[in-house]
């Protein structure tokens, strides 16, 4: 049960994690849940069903602030573009991982951003700069996670008798 239940659990409190943080006034902390689900992913093909994105952005939509419906969308075209990827570039480095990532996370927040209403200008491009860069530098950081939770899913318990 810990196995299959494992990516699903780390995702939606990674969606939950960001309320517990001081609002400001512009965006810095990043979209965790969708990155976890992006490291998970990349990191364990084939775990996540492609479907996954329409109940995780459901959960997420409850939480992130955002109108409802814009990560129900927003995850499912993700994990859809990923599994497109998947079937032309099957192997790929970690490299290429975090580019792929980035533009996902970046796409994420711009999207969001538009989804959210707020008048696209210059302005508002320059506030949601730091957001994203911070976000696709801490990919590494969520795929190193998602690598330790897996480890954690495949290790083998005792069971009581």
Do not use: H, K
């Not at 976000?135 to 998602?146: D, G, K, T």
């Amino acid at each position: 049960m810990l196995a299959n239940a494992m990516p699903w659990i780390s995702i939606l409190l990674a969606s939950f994690l960001p309320i517990f943080f001081i609002a400001t006034a512009l965006p810095l902390l990043p979209p965790t849940g969708f990155l976890l689900l992006i490291a998970w992913r990349l990191v364990r093909p084939g775990l996540l069903p492609v479907w996954a994105g329409f109940p995780l952005g459901l959960f997420d939509d409850l939480f992130s602030g955002q109108p409802f419906g814009s990560a129900i969308f927003l995850w499912s075209a993700a994990l859809l573009a990923i599994e497109a990827m998947e079937m032309r570039l099957p192997w790929r480095t970690f490299v290429q991982d975090w580019f792929t990532a980035g533009i996902a996370v970046a796409l994420y927040c711009l999207l969001g951003m538009a989804f959210s209403g707020a008048p696209p200008s210059l302005a508002t491009l320059i506030a949601l700069g730091p957001q994203i860069v911070l976000s696709i530098l801490l990919f590494p950081l969520a795929a190193r996670i998602v690598a330790a939770l897996d480890r954690l899913r495949l290790r083998r318990w005792r069971t009581l008798g």
